[in-house]
């Protein structure tokens, strides 16, 4: 069992930054794909972005290219999505999940870190 655990939300201005982290316990996450998604109030969870398990290979969502860098430390069983250029409609609350490379699914979550960016 996996438990992740995101931090590094908070309230900041439109065009600030922040850095969010996903801490893994109970396992490596060396050799799975890690995704960040996010939930805006009202809406549906959508992708973010996603790496594969030795950073060779990032896909982002249209909305967040350029802005947004995805990365990780599978020495530290961590990762990161650093968020650059932010705006209000940013805001929402950022989950990390896991993807179960049998299924392809993403099947473990964290419990999400909340980014408020105002105008």
């Known amino acids: 069992q996996v438990y992740l655990a995101e931090s590094g939300g908070g309230l900041v201005q439109a065009g600030g930054s922040l850095r969010l982290s996903c801490a893994a316990y109970?396992?490596?996450?060396?050799?799975?794909?890690m995704g960040w998604f996010r939930q805006a109030p009202g809406k549906e969870r959508e992708f973010v972005a996603r790496?594969?398990?030795?950073?060779?290979?990032?896909v982002y969502a249209d909305f967040v290219k350029d802005r947004f860098i995805i990365s990780r430390d599978n020495a530290a069983n961590t990762g990161f999505l650093q968020m650059n250029s932010l705006k209000p409609e940013d805001t929402a609350i950022y989950y990390c999940?896991?993807?179960?490379?049998?299924?392809?699914?993403?099947?473990?979550w964290g419990q999400g870190t909340q980014v408020t960016v105002s105008s």
């Open positions: 109970g396992r490596t996450l060396r050799d799975t794909v």
């Open positions: 999940g896991v993807r179960d490379p049998l299924t392809g699914d993403y099947d473990t």
């Open positions: 790496i594969n398990w030795n950073g060779g290979s990032t």
